[in-house]
């Protein structure tokens, strides 16, 4: 674990990483550790855990994004995936279960609601003005 690495003594992924609870252990690295999921949407199914305890993305160091990426495409390229999502969900009603950030590689094998990821996509349309609004507020804000 990084030396500056903060951790939770309740956090199930903290207790991972800590080799507390077993695992099907992938990559790891000083900033991060990955492993497949016991709950998976498709075969193949992992997890990459940020070995900082944050709850939520914007709360995390940036310093332990550096990998997240580059371990992702190496767990697709290692399954021969051509089709697969990469999320990341932050607070309950935006189906973050466990307290910890985390991103997931979903392989989605079939263009069937049965495996993988299901997401719908509803689009807002006729909102180009409020989006022009919205975009003069957050530049101010970055």
């Known amino acids: 674990m990084a030396a ?3 951790s939770l003594s309740s956090c ?4 991972i990483i800590k080799g507390q609870i077993p695992s099907f252990k992938l990559i790891e690295t000083d900033l991060s550790y990955s492993f497949l999921d016991i709950g998976p949407l498709a075969k193949g199914h992992a997890l990459i855990i940020p070995k900082d305890h944050a709850v939520k993305l914007h709360e995390l160091p940036d310093e332990y994004l550096a990998d997240v990426m580059p371990i992702a495409k190496k767990i697709a390229a290692a399954q ?4 697969y999502n990469i999320l990341q969900n932050n607070g309950r ?7 910890h950030v985390h991103f ?3 392989p989605k094998p079939a263009a ?4 993988g990821l299901v997401i719908g996509w509803p689009a807002k349309s006729g909102v180009i003005d409020e989006v022009k609004k ?3 507020e ?3 804000k970055l």
């Open 4 to 6: 500056t690495a903060r």
């Open 12 to 15: 199930i992924f903290c207790k």
């Open 80 to 83: 021969g995936l051509e089709n």
């Open 93 to 99: 009603i935006a189906h973050q279960e466990v307290d």
């Open 104 to 106: 997931h590689v979903i």
């Open 112 to 115: 069937t609601e049965e495996e």
């Open 134 to 136: 919205y975009h003069e």
């Open 138 to 140: 957050i530049l101010g």
